[in-house]
Every structure is written in structure tokens, then in C-alpha cells.
């Protein structure tokens, strides 16, 4: 049943999910963000989800890997096991996974047009979303959407207005992998990174903080520290860094996020005690 | 949840630009679906290719995100006044109080495939080849913001062939949110090689037409299209005759990733949640226009579910035969011809199909019936398992101050 409200829009982070290049998990994430240790970039490394069935954990590829990793650590950091039925999952990603795009348009340049089915499949923006559901066997409602470098922000939009009209927890996964060329020339991006937060309208023991979203205008907020900020502005899913680097250092405050050309997503941030 | 009202809507597809041509086509039991020419591919199959896309110029100031898929948004966006509406519209509330929420699958991919086909000798794409404004999902939601002058939020939904239906519900929350006061939903997808010879790559694709619930039914025909609503709050100028998005639902199949349960139980949850958020019981639909994608397993799940939940007596059809299956914008497609047949009390026959499946129990239209219908039901299913139905009903009395 959905309300209208004036309320601002907001949830509690109940857990948290990240990876990255050189960050393995959100640990490690909120070591670098808060100068606890130097920023050593490295391929990120996405493990073969064990929670899918050995067929189709053979089809997934590394965006879906990247994905469904980010937002498995968010459940288990939230204390929820891979068991949780009935989470509503909202999928934010500037496009699907490059390495496919690239083998059907070479492919369709080539005389013979051979496309793998299973490729095809997999080609579409909602993988991560199909292959979430059929993992965690859950049917709740999931949706994949982008607004290219502001994927992030439009995501979080829509799992706060969601849990908000809901009263129940959201999923948001994040996520980004780099093309191959020659698409990457077009697109570049400094790798792959994704990062999961799960939203709760309730307050919980153990959450990370409050967060209360906004529209504005400012620009957006760079990091201070060159190698972050090289990240953050070279893979739209680390867009969120200035949110995870506040959530990290336990600190009140307002992170201005890249959303639309013209539009920021101020998200105010408070520790929970 | 509180209806909303669809003070402005319209679509473009094989069967006509706009309402007027649309609603004779639909009458007329015109299809739109014809043998395969498009661009350079072979394959034996029909598709519902929209005329005259090659001649529309999209405005100089937007000519970087120059594509077939955005010259069909472009030409739909002038049919009917749409775009004059939502500029009033703008006037009156303020840009940014206005979102943009759209679907598509394929964005401008076929942009995409032709650079490949010239690609450079290092294999460079050519210069002239604008990723951000074509290939790009959100490329889209981009242009359609621009087009319209709007300044509020934005997104675009891509979950396969149910994406132009979860805008409708993404529109309402944002609503609720009270990050807008109205938006401009709708979806666009345009031809492209990859759904062509894809499909075709998981022998999903008819030779023919498609038949979509015909005992002989061998898959779909692809086509394009591009509908969209102007949503709002209902207000004074929002009386009987108005129609209404009054529910929504959407669920996984978290079964498979291009098969459909076979008992269709995302679908059912779907359905079962739409209905539960327009405060109906399912005796109350009149009419279902069925995802109905002429494939032999979708329209098997589907009829299961619709039966589970319904029985055998509301009317059902697929439009599909007609317009063929426009992918991420047939949700939108599918949403504008239920507000067709609730205004105009046409229920609109199935095209194609001449023997309808026996065990499929359902009370399937092959012909056009004329009832005053009021509330009906359209579903929408997409590849990994993404389901999405929407009631929409119309108003027969003075509505009800808040």
C-alpha cells in the first residue's frame, strides 16, 4: 500500500557489500577510505558463485560474479544468510556485461552471425538480477536499471522509494565491469567495482547508519585522496565512495553523489549508536 | 495504492503512429507483422517493423544521439500532442518536479553493430560512433529528458521484456516518495541484428507470423515500437471517461534464465500482487491482454497462471500477432492499447490464430468483442524471470477528494 508521503525519503544500511580493484570486501574498503592503508590497485576478483547450481554457475560471467558477490557479503554482513526469502533487489549498472556485448557484435560483423543462446541470455541488462533470484531461490520483485555514470544514485533512489513503499528491506547492487576494445576506447573505465547496501526502513541492532536522500544541484563531491578519486570517477558503481568513505568513518554528513548531467543525490548520513 | 491518472498517452508500432491509427488498425483486425528485409539479415521469419523511421531527423541540438531507436521515441513523443501535454504539463508543475522513467532492451545497439561492421584495420570503432548518446541504456531516458526539456530525476529500467511495464511502478513510488509530482513513463526498443538473430539462436522465433495461443504456435515475431503515458495525481480535470493505473505487481520466476516456469507462479505472484494493490478480486478483471509471445512455453505457463488465478471465463489476447513482440517496449505498448480498449469498449482479437490450443483453458478472443469494459489487466514477462503486471481501470464517476 503505497502512501503519499513528504517525508524524505531514507532507510537505515543494515549491511554492506564491496569489490573492487585492490578491495576484497567492505573491511577492506572502509580500511582504505579511512587511511588506515595505502590504496594497492589489483584486478578485482570475483569468486564463481557457490550458491548457483553447477549449470548455470558455469554461464555466469564476470559481471554477474561481480554482482551477486557484492551482494551476498551485504546479506552476510547484515547477519541474513543466503537462505533469506522474499528481499526485494533493485540491480544498478551503467550497462551489461561488456565482454558479451563485444562477442555477438563481432560476431554479427562476421559472415556466419553465430550467436550462443546462451550468450544471448546472459546479454541482457537483467542478468545479475535472473541469476540473483535463481541463486537465493527467491521471487520477490527485482528490477535492473541504469543512468549510465549515475547508475548508482538513480539505484538508490529507487530501493529507498521502494522499501519506503514497502516498509520492508531492499537489496541495492551496484556493479560495473570494463569493456574490452574496442568498446573500451568508447567507454573506458578503471575496472570493475560494485557495491551492495541493504536498505531497512527499520532500525536494527548493528546498523551502519541512516541515510536521508535529497536532490541538488552542487557538484559533486571528488576524494580527496588521488588514487580513490581516479576510482571513483573512472567506474560509475565507485560513484558511491564518498557514501561508503562517510558510512566508514562513523562520521555525520552530507555526500554529494553524481547522478543526471544536471542532478546530484545529496545523501545525508548519520552513525547509528 | 491511490490511482493515477494517464492524462496523456500514445503509441507507435507496425500497426500505425499514433492513437487514431493504432485504434483502426486494432478494429480492423489489421496487422502489422510482415516478411524479414531489415538491414542485411537472412532469416525466415516475420517481423513488425515500424515505416518510415529512416526518413524522421532528430533536432540538431540532440544530433549526437541520432539512432533508429531514438527517431521512433521521436516520432512517437509527436504523435497525439504528447509532448505539447508534458510541456503544459512542465509549465505547470516545473521540470524537475516532472521524472522520466523508461524501458528498453536493446537501447541503440544496432548503431553498435554497424560500427563493428566498420571497425577501423586496428580494429577501432569509427570516430563517428557515440556511445553515451546510442549504445547506452540510459541513452534513452537521456534523450527523452532532453527532447522534453525536463529536469527531473531519471532512469531506464532494462529487465528484458517486462521493462516498459516496472516503469509504470518505479513512476508510482517516485510519486509516493515525493521526489516528483509526475512522469513521463513509457518504453522504446527498435530493430536491431542481436534480438533478430539471437531469438533465432534459441529457436524462439516463429517463421511465420506469430500465432501467439494457436495449437500451432512456433515462436514470435519481433517487432518495435514505442508507447508513452504522461502519469499525474488525479485532479479536477480528471473525471469520468479518465484512465487509471490503479495496481501493480511484479515477481521472479528465479527458476531460469530464458524459460518461464511452467506453472507460472512469478507470473501468478504478479498478478496476484496487482490485483491486491488495486483492491480487487479477480472476478472483477474484464479483460487480460496476455504477454502472449507465441512461444510454446510462454503461453502454456501463462495460461496456467491466468487460470489459477481467474478461471476460464475473463476475456484474454495477446496483441502480439498484430504488432509483433516490441521487447522492452511492450509493456508501454501493451498498457496504451488496455486504455484503447477501455476507452473505446474494445476488446481487441488476437491476430494469427485460427485453432487455439485446447489445453490451453482460457477464454482467448480470435476476433474483436465490443463490451464497456472497466478494469483490466496486462501482463508483461521478460528473460531472468522478470514478471510485472498492471490493473488499469477507468473512471465511471465523479472521483473522490482527497
Known sequence: MIERETMTPGAYVRGIGVLGPGIADWPSAAALLKGERPYAPAPTEAPPPAALPAAERRRTGATVRLALAAGLEALADAGLDAGARALATVFASSSGDGAICHEICSALASP????????????????????????????????????????????????????????APVLLIAYDTDYPEPLRAKRPMAGSFAAALLLDPRSSAGAHARLEVRLARDAADPLPEAPLEALRAGIPAARSLPLLKLISRRDSGCALLDYLEDLRLAVNVSPCP | MKPLALTHYTATSAIGRGLGETLAALRAGRGGLAPCTFETAVLETCIGEVPGLDAVRVPAPLARFDCRNHRLALLALEQDGFGEAVRRCAARLGPARIGVLLGTSTSGMLETELAYRHRAPDGALPASFDYAATHNPYALGDFVRRALALEGPAAVISTACSSSAKVFAAAVRLMAAGLIDAAVVGGVDSLCLTTLYGFSALQLVARGPCRPFDLARDGISIGEGAAFALLERPGPDTGPGTITLTGFGESSDA????????????????????????????????????????????????????????????????????????????????????????????????????????????????????????????????????????????RTEEPAHD
Open chain 2, 255 to 394: 527458476y531460469h534464465m530464458s524459460s518461464p516456469h511452467p506453472d507460472g507462479l512469478g507470473a501468478q505472484a504478479a498478478m496476484r500482487q496487482a490485483l491486491a494493490c488495486a483492491g480487487l478480486e479477480p472476478g472483477q478483471i474484464e479483460y487480460i491482454n496476455l504477454h502472449g509471445t507465441g512461444t510454446p512455453s510462454n503461453d502454456s505457463a501463462e495460461a496456467r497462471a491466468v487460470a489459477a488465478l481467474f478461471g476460464a471465463a475473463v476475456p484474454v489476447s495477446s496483441t502480439k500477432g498484430a504488432t509483433g513482440h516490441t521487447l522492452g517496449a511492450a509493456g508501454a505498448l501493451e498498457a496504451v492499447i488496455c486504455a484503447l480498449a477501455l476507452r473505446h469498449g474494445l476488446l481487441p482479437g488476437g491476430l494469427n490464430t485460427t485453432a487455439v490450443d485446447p489445453g490451453l483453458e482460457l477464454a482467448y478472443l480470435t476476433g474483436n468483442r465490443a463490451a464497456p469494459v472497466t478494469r483490466v489487466l496486462s501482463n508483461s514477462f521478460g528473460f531472468g524471470g522478470s514478471n510485472c503486471s498492471l490493473v488499469l481501470e477507468r
Open chain 1, 112 to 167: 556466419e552471425r553465430q550467436i550462443s543462446p546462451t550468450r544471448f541470455h546472459n546479454s541482457v541488462h537483467n542478468a545479475a538480477s535472473g541469476y540473483w533470484s535463481i541463486a537465493l531461490r527467491d521471487m520477490a520483485p527485482s528490477t535492473a536499471l541504469s543512468a549510465y555514470d549515475g547508475s548508482f544514485a538513480a539505484g538508490l533512489i529507487e530501493a529507498l522509494a521502494q522499501s519506503g513503499a514497502s516498509g
